[in-house]
């Protein structure tokens, strides 16, 4: 009753389902994996920055270039604020309040810039009122303490991309935005002071770029779960196909054939009815 099993057709059938039902599985299984390493990665993150708060301020030098490892770590520069280039960087939030962060850039002992955020205002960078309340950076030499952040990208949180910025404002805190608006280098990292001045608030270190439990790591969970359903159809849907032939088989071995289909062959249908021919003569 199963010989259908061995016609070319049913060999495809069963190559494809013994290929595609372990493929599912391995795809599901690698995206949970992937899952569970962006969660080990966020709760270390987590640990190492509950450390880094804890741990003494490191030279600057000791801790560049910033990686996941040294992201969030408190570091100490040494230099002169450049009164001359303070910058506004709107549209950031903290608390859920709309602001600005208030950087000032370094001039280091080792010859490049450092950018530090000094603080957060609340309020509209546009605005002379809101603007007014920002204090002026010390002057003379001093020496600054903050936690080490990763240069941002435009893609990344609260960044406020593209142009339009009135002058003195920058949208994204990278070297490769300051680079054309001072004539110096700048380091590829910046801190966020764990001190501020005047009216302002400390910035709270943001997390490693990658490290966090963002969108991306939610989507290998709902990846994990399609491939899992994929693999689920496909064996549901040889299950129906077998069960199908499987009848057909057996009523086909009982001598039972299928009821052709209304209108098909061998059936006669309301244009084949036979016609009555009227009488010869008739009008």
């Not at 002169?80 to 001039?107: A, I, N, S, W």
């Not at 893609?155 to 991309?161: A, E, N, Y």
């Not at 199908?244 to 071995?253: G, S």
Request: hydrophobic share 40%.
């Amino acid at each position: 009753m199963y010989r259908f099993l061995l016609t070319p057709r049913w060999w495809a059938i069963n190559v494809f389902t013994v290929v595609a039902i372990p493929f599912c599985l391995f795809m599901g299984s690698w995206q949970l994996g992937r899952f569970e390493t962006r969660v080990d990665s966020h709760r270390e993150q987590q640990t190492q920055a509950d450390d880094a708060r804890k741990a003494e301020a490191e030279p600057l030098r000791d801790l560049l270039p910033v990686t996941t490892e040294t992201s969030g770590r408190r570091a100490t520069a040494s230099g002169r604020y450049d009164t001359e280039h303070q910058l506004l960087v709107p549209e950031r939030t903290l608390d859920d309040r709309q602001g600005f962060y208030v950087l000032t850039l370094l001039r280091t002992d080792d010859g490049k810039a450092l950018p530090v955020v000094r603080g957060w205002l609340p309020g509209d960078a546009d605005s002379k009122a809101d603007t007014a309340k920002v204090p002026a950076p010390p002057t003379g030499h001093v020496t600054v303490t903050g936690a080490l952040q990763s240069s941002e990208s435009p893609g990344s949180k609260g960044v406020r991309s593209g142009g339009g910025l009135p002058r003195g404002q920058l949208g994204v805190i990278s070297a490769a935005s300051l680079v054309n608006l001072v004539p110096y280098g700048v380091h590829d990292a910046w801190i966020t002071a764990t001190e501020a001045d005047g009216a302002m608030t400390p910035v709270p270190p943001a997390a490693a770029p990658g490290s966090g439990l963002d969108l991306k790591a939610f989507q290998n969970l709902g990846y994990t779960g399609e491939w899992f359903v994929f693999a689920g159809f496909v064996l549901f849907m040889w299950a129906r196909l077998f069960r199908r032939e499987a009848e057909a088989a057996r009523d086909l071995a009982l001598g039972i054939t299928p009821e052709p289909a209304p209108g098909g062959p061998g059936q006669d249908g309301p244009d084949d009815a036979p016609q009555k021919r009227s009488p010869a003569g008739a009008a």
